[in-house]
């Protein structure tokens, strides 16, 4: 098997920034990969093209350990196009320290991820009386499940909501959470393009709370 690294980048993001490479032509490969080096969550987006100008989403990946947590990713795709593109995106609260990006190169057809679960998003913030706290939207093309864990010192409820254009959003499940209470759950099989998550606060003002949200990508392997 013939394998090459090209480095990409190693200029490390602010919270919310985006890394976006230039098209790299793979048409002497038989499979294409990015390798991640991050100490805050990411989400890896692949984008394919026939002629290096016009790019459309193929995949989007969900990596990381959580915020301040080093971690190495690496994501394989089959060839579909000649050409092919990666966005990188911080999904930390806070800009990362350590980052690499490196384009991996193969002579032989595969198609694997390595790293099929992720922490993406954590909050400690303290809710008032009724309030709500939404989390990102998460494509969820390769994500088998989504999920939450954490605490609050006050009543009240998770929302998954999904939709097919992040515009209109129905609510598909909702989860009680008790008083003073751990709590932790999952919600497979999603039916939408997109999801997210609330959380509402009941009645009472906190003054503990931990939500903290993950997601299971599908896992590949080589049909070589």
């Known amino acids: 098997m013939s394998r090459t690294f090209t480095n990409l980048t190693t200029t490390a993001l602010a919270a919310n920034a985006t890394y976006a490479s ?38 989007v990946y969900y990596l990381g350990e959580g915020p301040g947590r080093t ?55 303290a809710l008032a009386a009724n309030a709500t706290y939404t989390t990102r939207t998460f494509y969820t093309n390769n994500i088998k499940a989504i999920g939450c864990f954490g605490y609050a010192d006050q009543a009240g409820t998770i929302y998954y909501d999904v939709s097919f254009d992040a515009s209109t959003w129905r609510t598909v499940r909702s989860v009680s959470v008790s008083a003073g209470a751990n709590f932790y759950d999952i919600f497979d099989n999603i039916a939408g393009n997109f999801v997210r998550l609330r959380y509402v606060n009941g009645t009472t003002a906190q003054t503990a709370f931990e939500f903290t949200i993950f997601v299971i990508c599908l896992l590949y392997t080589s049909d070589a």
């Open 22 to 59: 230039g098209g790299i032509d793979t048409v002497h490969y038989a499979s294409k990969g990015i390798w991640i080096r991050s100490d805050q969550p990411v989400s890896v987006e692949i984008q394919e093209s026939f002629d290096n100008v016009t790019f459309a989403r193929s995949y």
């Open 71 to 125: 971690f190495h990713g690496f994501i394989i795709t089959p060839n579909t196009h000649r050409y092919f593109r990666v966005l990188v995106t911080n999904l930390g609260y806070s800009s990362q320290t350590t980052f690499r990006v490196e384009y991996v190169t193969y002579a032989i057809p595969i198609s694997f991820i390595s790293h099929k679960k992720a922490t993406v998003e954590r909050t400690t913030t």
